[in-house]
């Protein structure tokens, strides 16, 4: 079974802070890991993704994700955030072998910036 | 390019109506199709996925149905609402078999009185 999940259900900055939001995942394999973004009465947007090779992957906007195996994490970071940043965080996987047709997603994480 | 198309926006009805949500995707051929549900509070629940036209497989039992009438469409109803079905129904599709990423549609928000 996998699982994913998101400890902090709502993290609360100020404007030009940095970011972390934190993913733990649960899986035997090798896992596919995603952050999408939702902003209010919106779908999810794909921020990144990871599949293989190095574990510091880019997106867009700014932010960026580090895999690590050894923790079985997928952690979104960000230098600077901006108050257009708030929206709800949810980090997903899926697995490697094909006939899993069901993505795991974590419960999400609300962002709040502050001006 | 794709676009994924959900229709109506949103709807209001009442308890025992009947539902029929839509979405279309245009520009990509045979996608991995998927409905999920969204209660307030934002945690996903993932409701169907189809992986071809006629074949819908159920994940969670919710008192609603889907169907695939054509490749390009996915169709989510109900006979009768029930007050745990509003919330925020979300279509998304994919490339393969779940190790690609989902590209989400723009919702329809759903409220039954």
């Known amino acids: 079974a996998q699982s994913v999940t998101q400890p902090d259900a709502r993290v609360t900055v100020s404007e030009g802070a940095s970011l972390q939001l934190r993913c733990k995942y649960s899986?035997?394999?090798?896992?596919?890991l995603f952050w999408y973004v939702q902003y209010p009465r919106q779908g999810l947007q794909l921020l990144l993704k990871y599949y293989s090779g190095d574990p510091v992957v880019q997106g867009v906007n700014g932010f960026e994700a580090e895999f690590s195996k050894s923790n079985s994490s997928f952690h979104l970071r960000k230098a600077s955030v901006h108050w257009s940043d708030s929206a709800v965080y949810f980090c997903a996987l899926s697995a490697t072998s094909g006939g899993n047709y069901k993505p795991t997603f974590g419960k999400g994480t609300s962002l709040v910036v502050h001006p | 390019a794709q676009t994924i198309h959900q229709w109506p926006v949103a709807e209001i009805k009442a308890v025992g109506s009947p539902l029929s949500l839509g979405c279309t995707i245009k520009?990509?051929?045979?996608?991995?199709l998927y409905w999920y549900w969204q209660a307030t509070g934002g945690t996903l629940q993932q409701l169907f996925y189809s992986i071809t036209v006629g074949q819908v497989e159920s994940v969670v039992q919710l008192n609603l149905s889907a169907s695939r009438p054509k490749d390009d469409q996915f169709i989510l109803s109900t006979e009768k609402l029930l007050l745990s079905h509003s919330g925020f129904y979300l279509c998304a599709w994919s490339l393969g078999t779940g190790d690609y990423e989902q590209y989400f549609g723009p919702g329809t928000r759903l409220t039954v009185l």
């Open positions: 899986y035997s394999g090798t896992p596919y």
């Open positions: 520009g990509k051929s045979s996608p991995n």
